[in-house]
């Protein structure tokens, strides 16, 4: 395996335009979170799946963000109507059932200009 | 949410020096991860803690967690250029499950040759 790999690893778009990252977990790993960091942050979390199930959304996931895990795999985050707000790293991880530890990919730098 | 404050923001060193950074909360954690971020990467994890007064050794890396669980530490001996990198603490957010994980800000670390 690997390990978590997200495409694309950078995305420059006009703002106004749609973007869509897509991560592919660890293939053991039932548990897929999206978090966002911007320069001089922590990660911030966005979403969680559990299977292909979303169980929680963060209220910084604005109407213009939407996440899906189809069938349970991998994962996609789209973001409409981009704003310049939008740009930062965002982050896929993944962890199994039991265990507290993730595994994150490398990320997708998204600049909105 | 439960807030993860890490100090010093900022630390640069030469290399063969010892350091340690902090990470500390007024909020109890049931665990605290420690990752390291490279530049344009995403972070890696390096331990986790789960018991007040837990103390785990990584080669030159000590880990340390606090006895009430409420702060944490990471302690290097004689460092060199590969320890370069952002130093994020992170522990499961309990009012949203122990699924999602709060970040501190990170402590920049610059090993000088």
């Known amino acids: 395996d690997t390990g978590v790999s997200q495409n694309p690893r950078h995305k420059i778009t006009k703002r106004g335009q749609n973007v869509t990252f897509r991560c592919d977990p660890i293939?053991?790993?039932?548990?897929l979170y999206w978090y966002r960091q911007t320069l001089g942050q922590g990660p911030e979390f966005l979403t969680y799946f559990q299977n292909e199930a979303q169980l929680e959304k963060s209220r910084l996931l604005s109407d213009r963000f939407s996440a899906e895990r189809p069938k349970g795999s991998f994962s996609t985050l789209e973001i409409q109507r981009t704003e310049q707000g939008d740009s930062a790293m965002y982050l896929c991880a993944s962890s199994p059932a039991t265990g507290i530890g993730y595994t994150f990919g490398s990320g997708t730098r998204l600049t909105v200009v | 949410t439960q807030l993860l404050e890490q100090s010093p923001q900022f630390l640069s060193i030469q290399e063969g020096e010892n350091l340690t950074v902090y990470c500390n909360s007024s909020?109890?954690?049931?665990?605290l991860q420690w990752y390291r971020q490279e530049p344009g990467e995403g972070p890696v994890l390096l331990v986790t803690?789960?018991?007040?007064?837990e103390v785990k050794k990584l080669k030159r890396l000590t880990f340390q967690f606090g006895d009430a669980r409420k702060d944490s530490s990471l302690h290097i001996t004689a460092a060199q250029t590969g320890d370069t990198g952002l130093y994020l603490c992170a522990g499961p957010d309990s009012g949203a499950g122990s699924y999602q994980l709060t970040f501190g800000k990170g402590t920049k670390l610059s090993v000088i040759p």
């Open positions: 293939s053991e790993h039932n548990r």
């Open positions: 803690v789960v018991t007040g007064g």
């Open positions: 909020s109890v954690f049931s665990s």
